[in-house]
T-cell receptor
Framework: SQQGEEDPQALSIQEGENATMNCSYKTSINNLQWYRQNSGRGLVHLILIRSNEREKHSGRLRVTLDTSKKSSSLLITASRAADTASYFCATYNAGNMLTFGGGTRLMVKP | GAVVSQHPSRVICKSGTSVKIECRSLDFQATTMFWYRQFPKKSLMLMATSNEGSKATYEQGVEKDKFLINHASLTLSTLTVTSAHPEDSSFYIC??????????FGPGTRLTVL
């Protein structure tokens, strides 16, 4: 039931660096969402970007959406060790159910 | 945002036993609840969708007799893993939707079958 793929699958950076994760999806969308998941925990909703938006900011997060390429990116600026987590994009499928990309496991080294 | 709880957070059981996982919407009425399964280092895979008072709709490849879902009230859905086997060990996450389109996620339940 996965909608798309994310890359990279895993990313390791130093504290203070920026982290960029990409997501591709397959069908038309009304919006795209990004979630964070700490190891063994539930999902935390980060940000929603609508199909008529190209870019959205929330604190250190910047999300872009390119509907012509069916892709989105999540940028975390000035990363911190506490940002270590898995990040998933998600879209609603034809049945109006939220489906997830493969996820990117981010490791931020102190 | 709205709060969804799951119970238990962790469960260890013997092979062949059944395990029930509860999902509750604490401050809103959930007309639709979703159950996801997540293997280690993998994404969430939708298992089934349940609407209050009706039978659940299962995704392709998910055995409905194996994973029994009951959505008896607007605030409670249960997932029962029947005759559990070690390959059923996984992280199970529920999600609930109220009147709007947003889905709220529970904290997940770690099932380990010995």
């Amino acid at each position: 039931s996965q909608q798309g793929e994310e890359d990279p699958q895993a990313l390791s950076i130093q504290e203070g660096e920026n982290a960029t994760m990409n997501c591709s999806y397959k069908t038309s969308i009304n919006n795209l969402q990004w979630y964070r998941q700490n190891s063994g925990r539930g999902l935390v909703h980060l940000i929603l970007i609508r199909s008529n938006e190209r870019e959205k900011h929330s604190g250190r997060l910047r999300v872009t959406l390119d509907t012509s390429k069916k892709s989105s990116s999540l940028l975390i600026t000035a990363s911190r060790a506490a940002d270590t987590a898995s990040y998933f994009c998600a879209t609603y499928n034809a049945g109006n159910m939220l489906t997830f990309g493969g996820g990117t496991r981010l490791m931020v080294k102190p | 945002g709205a709060v969804v709880s799951q119970h238990p957070s962790r469960v260890i059981c013997k092979s062949g036993t059944s395990v029930k996982i509860e999902c509750r919407s604490l401050d809103f009425q959930a007309t639709t609840m979703f159950w996801y399964r997540q293997f280690p280092k993998k994404s969430l895979m939708l298992m089934a969708t349940s609407n209050e008072g009706s039978k659940a709709t299962y995704e392709q490849g998910v055995e409905k007799d194996k994973f029994l879902i009951n959505h008896a009230s607007l605030t409670l859905s249960t997932l029962t893993v029947t005759s559990a086997h070690p390959e059923d060990s996984s992280f199970y996450i529920c999600s609930a939707r109220g009147g709007g389109n947003e889905q709220f996620f529970g904290p997940g339940t770690r099932l380990t079958v010995l």
